[in-house]
């Protein structure tokens, strides 16, 4: 191509092109950069996810409060936590367990099955129609999370009265609005404990 051209018409023209090359490898490597960047968001953002519906089933599962897993990470020494960070996961526990809800009815025919939230199959609808109440569709499972649940309630220590009102408190979870009011007013909360704790006997 250049077999035309005298040595000295043919260096500006290859300084062009070895310009031209390496302009085209920067932009090469710009994009690459460009979608790994956008990889490791994704892949941060998918921790992310990961991380709390790992925290909310060990709080569902463990019944722990802000305070106790503030104690806990802080004891591990994992890294600092700040109050506004622990409130936050505290706020995303409903997104992060969006889990597929657990069949608490099923049709014994069909195979059919509903979790019990929103709208009401046709299948339960036509059944009661008939007088057959829907309990009889209710899954072994459902059946065994529900007693499992109510042990768990039968079991639970009240720890906290309110003297006035009556009402309660385990100590677990996040604290009542009675009891958040009173420690805003300089009530302290040891005021309101039960000495020794008793059994809570509400779902019996």
């Known amino acids: 191509m250049l077999a035309g051209f005298s040595l000295k018409m043919r260096r500006p ?3 062009a092109m070895r310009t031209y090359d390496a302009m085209r490898d920067e932009k090469d490597l710009n994009q690459s950069i460009a979608r790994l960047n956008q990889r490791q968001r994704l892949l941060k953002k998918k921790r992310k996810r990961i ?17 106790q897993i503030r104690d806990l990470v802080k004891e591990a020494s994992l890294h600092k936590v700040n ?3 622990i409130t936050r996961a505290f706020f995303d526990f409903d997104s992060a ?7 608490k009815y099923r049709h014994p025919q069909t195979g059919e099955q509903w979790a019990g939230r ?5 299948w339960i609808r036509e059944a009661e129609q008939k ?8 899954t072994p499972e ?7 649940r109510r042990a768990k309630v039968q079991n639970r220590i009240i720890r906290y009265r309110n003297p006035q009102t009556g009402q309660t408190w385990t100590g677990l979870g996040r604290p009542p609005s009675w009891l958040v009011q009173a420690e805003k007013n300089g009530i302290n909360r040891e005021t309101f404990l039960i000495d020794p704790p008793q059994k809570d006997t509400s779902a019996e």
């Open 131 to 138: 007088g057959i109440d829907r309990e009889v569709f209710r």
């Open 13 to 15: 023209f290859m300084r």
């Open 83 to 85: 109050k506004k960070q």
């Open 142 to 148: 459902s059946l065994q999370l529900e007693q499992s």
């Open 97 to 103: 367990m969006k889990l597929p809800a657990m069949a």
């Open 51 to 67: 991380q709390n519906r790992l925290v909310a089933a060990l709080i569902v599962q463990f019944d722990l409060s802000m305070q």
């Open 118 to 122: 929103g709208r009401t199959p046709l």
